[in-house]
């Protein structure tokens, strides 16, 4: 079989020219990128599982707008950070340390798809005064998916070694065809937005499922077990501000879950998308910017 043509590492490949690193207390690398504006009000960006801080691209030119600097990290095992094993409950200790090394004492999260329960984990965090919730997988008490995705949440518990085939197969696939082939997993087809083309943004998706698998499968199936188990947290207790987006023609994580969450968590409100799950982060990420920007300092 002939092999298939090289891709541009900058299509793909977590690119240590678009991340930079820090070294936690523990050793471990950390990776992040930065989009938007450099000297706008910090927003942390959670990306989905799996996926990478490569997503977040498709809001740099909102966040640049808005005048948010708009901070991806790689969570362990994913694109260039260290693999190890953190749970949802531990992430808030390596975002802390990525704030720190950035001299940031406030600033906003917003968590997409699995992103969500970590970016709701930084609720703790003195720093965080708000967050959105952009299509966010819910705890498994009040959160429905899709088939798909409780087949991976039951492998990874179940099979972990079949899942990671699984996605390595995938990947093979996806460096091989059309990057409509990774927008399948999230949308019926790529969508247009103010400043990126469909087939720019179908790149973007691909290069972020490519690079989620760049050091291999063990962290994304670390947080699909994650994800399938109980929340380390109460919704309850989550004091700060949450602004809920969910997709109404949502296939990955039901409209019943983002309006569940809002219910449940003190200080919410639910805004409906009328989209599936890519198109809520492309049609709602300008208003999850804007609704986790600080406007007056209390």
Not at 264 to 280: C, F, I, K, Y
Request: proline share 8%; aromatic share 6%.
């Amino acid at each position: 079989m002939a092999s298939a043509p090289p891709i541009p590492a900058t299509d793909w490949l977590p690119d240590d020219s678009e991340t930079e690193s820090l070294s936690l207390p523990d050793g471990r690398r950390m990776a992040y990128a930065t989009y938007g504006d450099d000297d706008g009000y910090p927003v942390l960006f959670c990306h989905g599982t799996p996926g990478s801080h490569v997503i977040a691209r498709l809001l740099a030119a909102p966040a640049r707008e808005r005048g948010v600097s708009l901070i991806a990290p790689d969570r362990p095992g994913i694109g260039n950070s260290e693999d190890a094993p953190v749970s949802i409950k531990d992430w808030p200790d390596d975002a802390a340390h990525l704030l720190s090394h950035l001299d940031i004492d406030a600033a906003g999260a917003i968590g997409f798809s699995g992103g969500g329960p970590f970016a709701l984990a930084c609720h703790r965090l003195p720093e965080i005064e708000r967050v959105a919730l952009v299509g966010s997988s819910g705890p498994p008490d009040i959160g429905s998916t899709g088939r798909v995705q409780q087949f991976v949440g039951t492998l990874s518990r179940h099979a972990p070694w079949a899942l990671g085939r699984l996605f390595r197969l995938q990947r093979w696939f996806a460096v091989r065809r059309d990057p409509s082939y990774a927008v399948g997993f999230v949308a019926e087809e790529a969508p247009e937005t103010d400043a990126l083309a469909a087939d720019e943004v179908a790149r973007i998706v691909r290069a972020d499922m490519l690079t989620a698998m760049a050091r291999g499968p063990s962290g994304i199936i670390r947080e699909q077990r994650l994800l399938s188990q109980s929340w380390p947290f109460a919704l309850e207790d989550v004091a700060v501000p949450v602004t809920v987006f969910q997709g109404q023609e949502d296939a990955n994580v039901a409209p019943s879950t983002g309006k569940a969450l809002a219910r449940r968590l003190p200080d919410a409100s639910l805004e409906r998308v009328d989209s599936d799950h890519l198109g809520t982060l492309t049609t709602a990420g300008d208003d999850a910017l804007a609704t986790v920007q600080r406007r007056t300092r209390v």
